[in-house]
């Protein structure tokens, strides 16, 4: 059974840091694209950041790009989301997702982020 669990929300001020971290398992982990995506209040889910299954490409929706860094550990089975320079439009719920190499999603319960200005 594939879980995802999320880990390392929280309530922070504006211009402060947060470090998300997905453990996975029941997964063959290196097969598996990794990515984060977030939920405001009364907004879809939205597209946050990437990587591959490889660890070699990355890639940022535009509304964090140079504040926020993704990153995986094979060995830990674990992705994370280091968010930097945080504003208040970055509260959400934030998502961990696994993408198959046939397109297959699986996703986490989620975390909460709540940045205050």
């Known amino acids: 059974q594939v879980q995802l669990v999320e880990s390392g929300g929280g309530s922070v001020q504006a211009g402060g840091s947060l470090r998300l971290s997905c453990a996975a398992s029941?997964?063959?982990?290196?097969?598996?694209?990794m990515g984060w995506y977030r939920q405001a209040p009364g907004k879809g889910r939205e597209f946050v950041a990437a990587?591959?299954?490889?660890?070699?490409?990355?890639s940022y929706a535009e509304s964090v790009k140079g504040r926020f860094t993704i990153s995986r550990d094979v060995a830990k089975k674990a992705v994370y989301l280091q968010m930097n320079s945080l504003k208040p439009e970055d509260t959400a719920i934030y998502y961990c997702n696994a993408r198959s190499r046939t397109g297959y999603d699986y996703w986490g319960q989620g975390t909460q982020v709540t940045v205050s200005s």
């Open positions: 990587i591959s299954w490889s660890g070699s490409i990355t």
């Open positions: 029941g997964l063959s982990f290196i097969a598996y694209d």
